[in-house]
């Protein structure tokens, strides 16, 4: 293939990339946020929203979402519900997740996670294939976002593809026909810590990063009932499964050649419409579990859409 001809492939990708964006943009119609209590998905809508549409804040012995919460602004419904994680009230927030699912339409659903001494939560990636096993949507129709990171794991994340990979493949390999390129990472809030119903605009980059992760089209009849039994058990196997990642970090890169074998164009766009270092990151991550050699040259060609982007931007 000629320069010119790569060079116009490249171009012509980064406006596919455009297109599909400001589609998904026009055409979305519901916001859903989904995680356990304490991941900070009820602040993230009230600063996505502008005011305090949704209860945030502390909460003793359970969350503060207790049930399916829609709020309608700009044309565009956001929806907050509680997590799996409750034992008080687990069945009622399985209900509760699968109403919100079957409100029809196009949908941006993103999973709010945290980290505990730099590591995936468990119960937090139980809650994850849950509702996964639910919805009728595949790993690039959802976005994920590890919130209320505390700086040193904020810059280690941005900074160091090894940690992200590590902290990523926690969740892509106890779920790889479902893991998701559209990560986002979101430094703590001091200005947050214990403040009740209180609002604060997202930084640009986590605006910008919902506005771009793509929107997916579901139907009522096809969505599942999301199960609440099992959950314990779940989160115990999960628990093990993590620990043998963590010690075999050869064996957790072969899963993540897995997760993502077979889906490469796909997972090629989505990173073509990913943001900056995040981009940047995943790019590196994938180069290391896929050795550049044996990289097919549409995954080449997102590093010269990164370029292309950046350029544009300037």
Not at 12 to 40: H, R
Not at 45 to 56: E, V
Not at 63 to 83: H, N, S
Not at 223 to 250: F, I
Request: hydrophobic share 40%; with cysteine.
């Amino acid at each position: 293939m000629s320069r010119i001809s790569r060079v116009m492939r490249v171009l012509l990708a980064l406006l596919a990339a455009w297109a599909s964006m400001d589609l998904c943009l026009v055409s979305t119609s519901n916001v859903l946020l989904i995680g356990n209590p304490g991941t900070g998905k009820s602040t993230i809508l009230n600063g996505l929203i502008g005011k305090p549409a949704f209860r945030s804040g502390v909460s003793y012995g359970s969350g503060l979402t207790y049930q399916f919460d829609k709020v309608e602004e700009g044309g565009i419904r956001y929806m907050d519900t509680p997590g799996l994680s409750d034992v008080t009230m687990r069945q009622k927030a399985a209900d509760a997740i699968t109403e919100a699912l079957k409100q029809e339409g196009t949908y941006k659903i993103f999973f709010v996670v945290v980290l505990q001494n730099g590591r995936v939560r468990a119960e937090d990636i139980a809650t994850m294939s849950s509702v996964l096993k639910a919805a009728p949507i595949n790993g690039t129709d959802y976005g994920l976002i590890t919130n209320q990171l505390p700086p040193r794991e904020f810059k280690d994340l941005q900074s160091l593809p090894d940690v992200a990979q590590e902290v990523l493949g926690s969740i892509w390999c106890t779920m790889p026909e479902k893991a998701t390129p559209h990560v986002h990472f979101l430094p703590r809030d001091d200005e947050l810590e214990g403040a009740d119903d209180v609002v604060k605009p997202l930084p640009k980059d986590c605006v910008d990063f919902i506005d771009m992760t793509p929107g997916v089209e579901i139907k009522g009849e096809e969505v599942k009932q999301v199960q609440a039994d099992g959950y314990e058990e779940q989160v115990t196997q999960l628990e093990q499964k993590l620990s043998d990642l963590l010690r075999d970090k050869e064996a957790m890169q072969a899963q993540m050649r897995e997760a993502f074998k077979g889906r490469e164009k796909e997972t090629a766009k989505a990173m073509s419409k990913m943001l900056g270092i995040q981009r940047d990151i995943f790019l590196n991550m994938f180069k290391a579990a896929q050795p550049a050699q044996r990289m097919p040259d549409l995954v080449k060609d997102v590093a010269l859409v990164s370029l292309a982007f950046k350029f544009f931007a300037h």
